[in-house]
């Protein structure tokens, strides 16, 4: 019995473990899986201000999405093709979390030059972003703007860009992840989605 709970403990603590590493490459990135749980960090607002993740998630359920930074303009694309479904996803009872490495004011000037009304998120130190598996090593071209987008907080990693569909309770109850951070969910397979999940 004590080795069968000595491997059970070891198990856990691998995979715990392996949620807060940085992967090598984002195609080794061991996210989490539909029916975990987002884990509950303090990230800071657009106005630099602490806000607690779980808190925001029991207001209402969630399209949390994950975003390398206004910098890339792939980002800005999903960031804008969200904000113009915006009205549908909440009508259908969401409310949309944008979460990246940049600092607060960057999160400022994303959100006005993507006029965005929805809320951006500053995870600068990766807490949040390695926590849900999806952190992985910045190639070396990428580090210098990373580091100045995230007021120096970040020097060395990147979230695959990734949406969790999250309840109330934290759970998660869809996701789409992809390592090839060229493609992203369009919004009217992500409305199908919410639609399907009521």
Request: proline content about 5%; aromatic content about 8%.
């Amino acid at each position: 019995m004590k080795k069968i709970l000595f491997i059970f403990l070891v198990t856990l603590t691998s995979v715990a473990n392996s949620q807060n590493m940085i992967a090598k490459s984002a195609t080794d990135i061991s996210p989490l899986l539909i029916g975990e749980k987002i884990p509950n960090l303090t990230l800071k607002s657009s106005e630099n201000t602490d806000v607690n993740i779980s808190d925001l998630l029991k207001k209402k359920k969630t399209v949390l999405v994950f975003y390398r930074g206004g910098w890339c303009p792939y980002c800005n694309m999903h960031l804008q093709a969200l904000a113009e479904a915006e009205k549908q996803i909440i009508d259908l009872g969401y409310q949309i979390i944008a979460v990246s490495p940049d600092s607060p004011e960057n999160l400022k000037v994303t959100t006005e030059k993507d006029k965005l009304k929805y809320t951006l998120l500053s995870d600068s130190k990766g807490e949040l972003i390695k926590a849900t598996g999806i952190a992985f090593e910045a190639p070396e071209n990428y580090k210098t703007v990373i580091n100045v987008h995230s007021n120096e907080f970040n020097k060395s990693f990147l979230p695959v860009p990734s949406v969790f569909v999250v309840n109330t309770e934290s759970d998660i109850i869809f996701e789409y992840i992809s390592p090839d951070f060229k493609q992203r969910i369009t919004t009217e397979l992500l409305v199908s989605v919410l639609k399907n999940l009521k």
